[in-house]
């Protein structure tokens, strides 16, 4: 719209421009709009963003089993490559088994030796006791015997030693006779048939005197000999209950030892026959088969590793929440799980937190007392549980990355 001046004397009149009236209202408007429209969007997300924890630092968790041989040997037969599917049980190597078929042999025979022995050597215990126990009883009885003998010698000499005193009182009667007979005699009193009677009885008497010494001398020497004998029957009981208990402790620690190598014979046959199985190197668990490094004909040690199962039915998530995420985050609360790899949303729980930050599980934790303290956030590992029966968990491999969102309220 164009205005005019007003005329003045001598002057053209001059247009003059004035502003349309509705402009000015009409971007105030849609400024205020735009300003409702950012802040009601702000004001939204942040009642929303406030009931949830997420991180981009999370990745699909798993077991990983590695496979090594628990012999050596060289390997003949290799039954998997990398990425193949397998199952518990399942043979993933084999090893030449010759070797450890020729240790079963001979582990077998020394355990059928070591048997033989122990058969050949058992009795021994129950003989020795035996013959302690005859020994033993022979031994008292000689002893009784012997105490018997003593007993009728010393009877003996003690009769014999009477005989004598009277021997000797008869041949002293006599030979006193004998010089009366002589006297009388030699007067004329007597015949020299009485004297050479009553001599004759007096050497009679002297022979008796004589031959009752010698008895009772020889039961003095048999006496002698039964306490000889008798000492040393006891010396011989005394010898046998001391020894026979220890001979019998020697058999049965023989036995004990023949016993005890059989035990081992039978373990050794056990480790040779269980060598044997290793060489036959299965698959532990379900899963796939990586890092193999194994081929045909390599020469390999026990404990060395083969290759890897990545256990892909037991999965779940390893996230690390900053230490300022977890004040309101407990188990069992609800979490959405974005995998980036295959454009798919899961589903699951809170499972476990971490007992310590990452960096206190690293190799070298840091030392805050060193005097270069700068402080940092740090993170805490949070374990999600996926929920079983999602589609797609199928595909899931351990080392994906993901971003999971908590409901923490």
Known sequence: MTDFAPEKPGVAPVAVATPAPAAVPVKRIVGALVALGVLSGATLYYLHARHLEDTDDAQIDGEITNISARVPGTIIAVQVSDNQTVKAGDVIAELDPTDYEVAVAQARAVLAQAEAVFQAENPSVSMTETTNQTSLSSAEADVSSTESGLIAA?????????????????????????????????????SQAEIDRLRTTSEAAQANVAAVSAGLAGAQARLSQAQSRITSARSHVTELRANAPRQ??????????????????????????????????????????????????????AGQQLAAISRVEDLWVTANFRETQIRDMRVGQPAAIKVDALELELHGTVESIGGATGSRFSLFPPENASGNYVKVVQRIPVRLHLNP?????????????????????
Not at 261 to 288: C, D, F, H, S, T
Not at 390 to 406: F, H, I, K, N, Y
């Open 154 to 190: 010393d009877r003996e000499i003690k009769q014999l030693a009477a005989q004598l005193e009277l021997a000797r009182a008869n041949a002293k009667n006599a030979d006193e006779e004998r010089q009366r007979a002589d006297k009388l005699g030699a007067s004329g009193s007597i």
């Open 248 to 301: 019998l402790d020697v058999r049965r620690a023989s036995v004990g030892a023949r016993e005890a190598a059989v035990a081992l014979a039978r373990a050794q046959l056990r480790q040779a026959e269980l060598n044997l199985g290793y060489v036959k190197i299965v698959a532990p668990v379900n899963g796939i088969v990586g890092r193999k490094a194994m081929s045909l004909g390599d020469r390999i040690q």
């Open 389 to 409: 029966g999602q589609a797609g968990t199928d595909r899931l491999r351990p080392g994906m990355s993901v971003e999971p969102e908590v409901t923490v309220r």
